[in-house]
């Protein structure tokens, strides 16, 4: 490679130009990038409204940040990439690593591709502070628990965060780009403001005001205690080094928490880097002896807990949330999972492709290994035994009810803590779908029976 060719710079899960590990390195090539992005129809068509709108303002912001310099094409990353680094003269083509199953076949692909046109292929950094598959045992074999993982995690330690910045090269005009689509219909639901500079301020902001009491405060629904972070963690707008950069040395409790929240992310995005089909299958495959509901009355179940219409007022305002804002408290997430798999014996898988569906911050690893940990055939060594009571849930974690007044309108009659042990049902608001102490009983019998215990 010469300083003279230019490279691409193709951005997936990275829509960022500061802390950028690909960036920095490809300056080191050249002083000449392209920027691109493929539209791929292979993860457009699975995903939902609010994070096709979010990424598609993600992309815009970027673009902007470029000088209106990013390429964005439709079509089949394969024949897209090769074809952008080739029209150029590339002599190499530049990534973040994608971790997840499709993204790894996809760029195997794309790398033999390439190599087949005698252009280079370099991967350098991952959405991730630790790439996955970097922190394993002494013996080499991968962490299946959480606190040793958090532990070996943190002595794996990672860099600083690279000093990049849209000056760093001079950006190639693209020969070609098609106009971002037209984002899908949201209604009156309102996302996150898009983009880096959104990411930066909402972190600054949290910093500055949220971090004394991210510790009590982020189980707390009815409280702004969480980061808001997720959505732009997901694609990228920023990285979890630049958080844990700024986090380092500090040892209050909320910075601790939030360290282990972001190592929670990192966890799961290994366990599916190792075991690429527990995005669908159950890692602990005794599961798939385990009784469920499938029939008719199961999807009339289903659609009642989608739409917020349970008779139980914690998971109606959770599942409402989701449908009203395209994201949900990750406490009330635990919840509306428990009571879909441990309540109403409902595949869990069910309920992860309807997060998916409706989440701006959908992501898969941590989307999917959430929902099994929940229902019990993930990583956890004992969680079946964990059954969520919703109306204890609502009450230490909305001792006032006004998260559930919020999103359920119905009960917005219904002053403080009654709101979650209603004796009467006001007109509208449905009766409890099932009795929990007989499902509780019910889901600890099924799971006996294929554990032994």
Same mark, same amino acid.
């Given at each position: 490679?010469?300083?003279?060719?230019?490279?691409?710079?193709?951005?997936?899960?990275?829509? #960022?130009?500061?802390?950028?590990?690909?960036?920095?390195?490809?300056?080191?090539?050249?002083?000449?990038?392209?920027?691109?992005?493929?539209?791929?129809?292979?993860?457009?068509?699975?995903?939902?409204?609010? #994070?096709?709108?979010?990424?598609?303002?993600?992309?815009?912001?970027?673009?902007?940040?470029? $000088?209106?310099?990013?390429?964005?094409?439709? $079509?089949?990353?394969?024949?897209?990439?090769?074809?952008?680094? #080739?029209?150029?003269?590339?002599?190499?083509?530049?990534?973040?690593?994608?971790t997840g199953p499709y993204g790894r076949r996809r760029d195997a692909e794309v790398a033999?591709?390439?190599?087949?046109?005698?252009? $280079?292929?370099?991967?350098?950094?991952?959405?991730?502070?630790?790439?996955?598959?970097?922190?394993?045992?002494?013996?080499?074999?991968?962490?299946?628990?959480?606190?040793?993982?958090?532990?070996?995690?943190?002595?794996?330690?990672?860099?600083?965060?690279?000093?990049?910045?849209?000056?760093l090269v001079d950006w190639l005009k693209p020969g070609k780009s098609a106009k971002l689509p037209k984002p899908p219909s949201l209604g009156e639901m309102r996302l996150p403001a898009p983009g880096e500079e959104a990411a930066l301020d909402a972190w600054h902001t949290f910093l500055g005001s949220g971090i004394e009491t991210y510790d009590t405060d982020r189980d707390r629904p009815d409280r702004e205690g969480t980061t808001r972070l997720s959505p732009y963690l997901r694609w990228g707008a920023i990285h979890p080094r630049t958080m844990l950069a700024d986090l380092a040395g500090d040892e209050r409790a909320g910075a601790k928490s939030l360290r282990a929240e972001l190592c929670w992310?990192?966890?799961?995005?290994?366990?599916?880097?190792?075991?690429?089909?527990?995005?669908?299958?159950?890692?602990?495959?005794?599961?798939?002896?385990?009784?469920?509901?499938?029939?008719?009355?199961?999807?009339?179940?289903?659609?009642?807990?989608?739409?917020? #219409?349970?008779g139980y007022p914690v998971v109606d305002a959770g599942m409402r949330q989701l449908l009203a804002e395209g994201w949900m408290h990750n406490r009330i997430r635990m919840v509306v999972a428990s009571f879909l798999v441990k309540d109403?014996?409902?595949?869990?898988?069910?309920?992860?492709?309807?997060?998916?569906?409706?989440?701006?911050?959908?992501?898969?690893?941590?989307?999917?290994?959430?929902?099994?940990?929940?229902?019990?055939? $993930?990583?956890?060594?004992?969680?079946?035994?964990?059954?969520?009571?919703p109306l204890t849930q609502g009450e230490k974690f909305d001792p006032v009810g006004d998260y559930v007044r919020k999103y359920v309108p119905e009960l917005r009659g219904v002053e403080g803590k009654a709101v979650h042990q209603l004796k009467q049902r006001p007109a509208g608001y449905p009766e409890p779908m099932v009795e929990h102490a007989h499902e509780r009983q019910v889901a600890l019998a099924r799971y006996g029976a294929i554990t032994g215990s």
């Open positions: 490679m010469t300083m003279e060719a230019p490279v691409v710079l193709w951005f997936r899960r990275d829509l #960022r130009l500061g802390d950028h590990a690909a960036l920095h390195e490809a300056a080191k090539h050249s002083k000449h990038v392209l920027a691109l992005y493929v539209l791929d129809e292979a993860l457009i068509k699975p995903s939902g409204a609010p #994070r096709m709108a979010f990424l598609l303002g993600c992309l815009s912001e970027l673009d902007n940040a470029l $000088g209106g310099r990013l390429m964005i094409v439709t $079509g089949d990353p394969v024949r897209e990439v090769v074809q952008a680094a #080739r029209d150029i003269g590339a002599s190499a083509v530049h990534v973040s690593s994608d033999k591709a390439l190599a087949d046109n005698n252009i $280079g292929w370099v991967e350098t950094g991952s959405p991730y502070a630790v790439t996955p598959g970097r922190v394993t045992k002494p013996d080499g074999d991968p962490y299946r628990v959480f606190t040793p993982f958090h532990r070996a995690w943190t002595r794996h330690g990672w860099p600083r965060p690279a000093e990049t910045g849209p000056s992310r990192e966890f799961h995005a290994d366990v599916l880097w190792h075991r690429p089909k527990t995005a669908r299958e159950n890692y602990d495959r005794r599961f798939d002896r385990l009784v469920c509901e499938t029939g008719a009355a199961a999807r009339q179940a289903f659609d009642q807990w989608c739409e917020g #219409r349970t109403l014996h409902l595949p869990w898988q069910w309920g992860a492709r309807h997060f998916m569906r409706h989440l701006v911050d959908g992501d898969l690893a941590s989307n999917q290994l959430n929902w099994q940990w929940v229902a019990g055939s $993930g990583t956890d060594a004992a969680p079946y035994f964990r059954v969520f009571n």
